[in-house]
C-alpha cells in the first residue's frame, strides 16, 4: 500500500509497505509540490483538487504522470 501523511506545519511522508519518506510541503493555487529528504527520490509537483475528503492528484514533474485519488483518514 501507498499512504501520504500531511501536517499542518507543512511536513509529511510517503509509507511504501514498511519504508517511510519524510518530505515538505507546500501549496501554491492548484499544485501542491513534495520536496523529499532523501535524495534518492525525485522532488514532485501534482495538480490537485480537494472534495471532501477526497484529495486527487495528478502527477506532473518528477512524477510518473498518474491521477492518484487520497482518501483522508483521522
Given at each position: 500500500?501507498?499512504?501520504?501523511?500531511?501536517?499542518?506545519?507543512?511536513?509529511?511522508?510517503?509509507?511504501?509497505?514498511?519504508?517511510?519518506?519524510?518530505?515538505?510541503?507546500?501549496?501554491?493555487?492548484?499544485?501542491?509540490?513534495?520536496?523529499?529528504?532523501?535524495?534518492?527520490?525525485?522532488?514532485?509537483?501534482y495538480?490537485?483538487?480537494?472534495?471532501?475528503?477526497?484529495?486527487?492528484?495528478?502527477?506532473?514533474?518528477?512524477?510518473?504522470?498518474?491521477?492518484?485519488?487520497?482518501?483522508?483518514?483521522?
Amino acid at each position: 500500500y501507498t499512504r501520504y501523511t500531511f501536517y499542518e506545519d507543512g511536513t509529511g511522508s510517503m509509507q511504501l509497505d514498511d519504508m517511510e519518506f519524510p518530505y515538505q510541503y507546500r501549496v501554491d493555487g492548484d499544485q501542491l509540490y513534495l520536496d523529499f529528504e532523501s535524495d534518492s527520490l525525485l522532488d514532485a509537483t501534482y495538480t490537485y483538487t480537494l472534495e471532501g475528503t477526497t484529495l486527487t492528484i495528478e502527477g506532473g514533474e518528477g512524477t510518473t504522470g498518474g491521477t492518484y485519488q487520497l482518501t483522508r483518514e483521522e
